[in-house]
């Protein structure tokens, strides 16, 4: 999904597209990961934007609500990244909290594919994380 197209789904659904809504979608898509709270205040920042904690809070349930964002709690921080149809998991260090995405593509998918046919289940959202010990933390 392109920035461009997100716009218009917004637009399409009489929401405005304010400097502060633009910048944090630049934020996820400069990312193409998870982000938090604080480095997307940080992104703004440089781009000479400060709205106040509540914007930021607002601007987020907004883009959740309409199902552009996921939410991921790691270590009780909430973390956000874009919902992307091109769907990838995280390793999470313990030691550094740091998060790597994780390209598995098909396997998984097949995977989850047979598990719908086998119990007659329709997945529609899942979360994995592998949670342990990074390289430079090793
Ligand atoms: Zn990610
Ligand atoms: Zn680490």
Same mark, same amino acid.
């Given at each position: 999904? &392109?920035?461009s197209? $997100? !716009?218009?789904?917004?637009r *399409? /659904?009489g929401?405005?597209?304010?400097k502060?809504?633009r910048?944090?979608?630049?934020a ?5 990961c998870?982000v938090?709270?604080?480095s ?20 987020l349930?907004?883009?959740? &609500?309409n199902?552009? $964002? !996921?939410?991921?709690?790691? *270590? /009780? ?13 995280h ?8 998060i790597?995405p994780?390209?598995?593509h ?5 995977v ?16 994995i994380?592998f ?8």
């Open positions: 999904m &392109e920035l197209v $997100i !716009l218009n789904t917004i *399409n /659904k929401g405005r597209i304010t502060v809504r910048a944090i979608l630049e996820f898509f400069q990312s193409g998870l938090s709270q604080e997307l205040i940080e992104y703004l920042k440089k781009k000479k934007l400060s709205p106040n904690p509540s914007t930021i809070f607002r601007e349930q907004f883009l959740l &609500e199902k552009i $964002i !996921l939410k991921n709690t790691i *270590n /009780k921080v909430h973390h956000y990244e874009l919902n992307s149809g091109h769907k990838h998991y390793f999470i260090c313990s030691e550094c909290q740091g790597t994780l390209h598995l098909n396997p998984l998918l097949n989850m594919e047979g598990l719908e046919q086998q119990h007659q289940f329709k997945i529609q959202q899942h979360s994380d949670k342990g010990v990074c390289a430079s933390c090793l």
